[in-house]
C-alpha cells in the first residue's frame, strides 16, 4: 500500500515538474545558463557603445539625445543618458539601455538562440586614453528573455578591458582583453558569471 502511494505522488511530481518546463530546462538554474544568458547580450555592449559615441556627437550638452539601432538578427536597441563632454581622451558614460520587439544578435554557445526585451539596464562605462584606452565599468539590470532560454533574469555585472579603433573611426572594445564578471538572477537563483572575450 506504502509503495503504491509512493508510486502515485512520484507520478504526480513528475507532472508538476513537466508543466513546469521540465523543473528549469531552458531557463537560467546554472552558470552555463547564466554565462549564455550574458553571451547574447554581449554584442549589445558594443552596440550602445557605438549608440553612446553617437549621441555625444549629436549632443551639445552631457545629456545626449535617444539613439536607436536594430539587433543583428530583430529587434530594437534604444539607448539614452549622459556622455561626459568635452575633448578629453577620457570619457565616461552613464547610459540606459531598452530592449524590444525581441531583441537578438543571433545564437551564442552551441547554437542557443535566445531573444530579449526589458531594461532600461544601466551601462556605465569609463574609458581613459582613447582611442587605446582602459576600460571599467558595468552592466545592471533586468530583462525577459524567451527562445531556449526563458523568464526574467538580472544582471549585476562588472567589465573591464581595453578599447581601440575599430578602423572606421570607431571605438570597440578590444578582443582577447575583456573580462565579465558578476551574477546573473532569475527565480531559480543567482549564478556566477565570468566571461573573457
Known sequence: MWSSRRSFLACLATLACLGLSSCGE???????????????LDGAIDRALALGFDGYNAASNANIPEQSDVGDVSGTMVVGGQVDAGVSDNKEMRLEVTLSDDYSDGPVEDEVDIVYNGGPLDLDLSMQGLPDAQLSGSFVGTVVMAGDLMGEVTLDLDITGETE??????????????HVLGTAASEYGVFDVDVSL
Open 26 to 40: 531552458g531557463r537560467v538554474n546554472d552558470e552555463v545558463a547564466a554565462r549564455r544568458a550574458y553571451l547574447g
Open 165 to 178: 579603433d575599430a578602423g572606421d573611426g570607431t571605438i570597440q572594445r578590444k578582443p582577447g582583453t575583456i
